[in-house]
């Protein structure tokens, strides 16, 4: 099975890969692309902003970005946001919310086999 072909597939479904290594980005190189994604971010490109806190791992930036799509009701990408954020206290919420979802449909989808 070849991933690279199954994830090119992919690209244009607004997916994204978790790896565990970040790329190597020295210090200088980090803070200014921070800088530019804060810029971006400001002036409402959100997803080019999205896209440079992502690469750098700015945890702010990542939240931040996870704010703007819980207050466009995009909760599941918000959640994606805190989560790689790390920002728990934020992605604890939606989690909660998600669990009362798929509780309530199980039960609902249980007592509907018995009528």
Same mark, same amino acid.
């Given at each position: 099975m070849?991933?690279?072909?199954?994830?090119?597939? /992919?690209?244009? /479904? !607004? =997916?994204?890969?978790? %790896? =565990? $290594?970040?790329?190597?980005?020295?210090? =200088? /190189?980090?803070?200014?692309? !921070?800088?530019?994604? !804060?810029?971006?971010?400001?002036?409402?490109?959100?997803?080019?902003?999205?896209?440079?806190?992502?690469?750098?791992?700015?945890s702010?930036? *990542?939240?931040? %970005?996870?704010?703007?799509? /819980?207050?466009?009701?995009?909760? *599941?990408? $918000?959640?994606?946001?805190?989560?790689?954020?790390?920002?728990?206290?934020?992605?604890?919420?939606?989690?909660?919310?998600?669990?009362?979802?798929?509780? =309530?449909?199980?039960?609902?989808?249980?007592?509907?086999?018995?009528?």
């Amino acid at each position: 099975m070849d991933v690279k072909k199954i994830f090119e597939k /992919q690209k244009d /479904q !607004n =997916t994204f890969i978790k %790896v =565990t $290594a970040k790329p190597a980005i020295e210090g =200088t /190189q980090k803070a200014a692309l !921070n800088r530019k994604g !804060n810029l971006l971010f400001n002036s409402g490109d959100i997803e080019g902003a999205r896209r440079i806190f992502l690469t750098t791992g700015y945890s702010d930036g *990542l939240s931040r %970005v996870g704010d703007y799509y /819980q207050s466009k009701g995009r909760s *599941l990408d $918000a959640l994606k946001m805190y989560w790689l954020a790390p920002n728990r206290g934020k992605a604890e919420p939606i989690l909660e919310k998600l669990s009362l979802v798929i509780s =309530t449909l199980i039960r609902d989808d249980g007592s509907d086999h018995n009528e």
